[in-house]
């Protein structure tokens, strides 16, 4: 069974930094977009970064660009959501999503492209 684990959530101070990592469980995404996501409270979900495991592109919502990077680590069939100069409006369960289907897509930060997520987890930035 295919699962997407992800860890690293947590609470921090504005200003600071947090790592999200998610591993891919029983397939490897080689050429697939895998992206981040996340929920705030009475929100609706948001494409934050986005990742095409086939050569690294990448695609960052306006909101977290410049701020949080997204990476990958073959090796480790494993996607990273390294974030910084965290503030207060970052807060929200962050999720990890793949898509099954290999190749281009035009949207990759839009959830409707999306086949498979994480359990979520949770970051909380204080003021």
């Known amino acids: 069974q295919v699962q997407l684990v992800e860890s690293g959530g947590g609470s921090v101070e504005t200003g600071g930094s947090l790592r999200l990592s998610c591993e891919a469980v029983?397939?490897?995404?080689?050429?697939?977009?895998m992206g981040w996501f996340r929920q705030a409270p009475g929100k609706e979900r948001e494409g934050v970064a986005s990742?095409?495991?086939?050569?690294?592109?990448?695609r960052y919502s306006g909101s977290v660009e410049g701020r949080f990077t997204i990476s990958q680590d073959n090796a480790k069939n494993t996607v990273y959501l390294q974030m910084a100069s965290l503030q207060p409006e970052d807060t929200a369960t962050y999720y990890c999503?793949?898509?099954?289907?290999?190749?281009?897509?035009?949207?990759?930060?839009?959830?409707?492209?999306?086949?498979?997520w994480g359990q979520g987890t949770q970051v909380t930035v204080s003021s």
């Open positions: 029983g397939y490897r995404y080689s050429k697939n977009w």
């Open positions: 990742i095409y495991t086939n050569g690294g592109e990448t």
């Open positions: 999503a793949a898509r099954d289907i290999v190749g281009w897509i035009q949207d990759p930060l839009s959830e409707e492209n999306y086949h498979r």
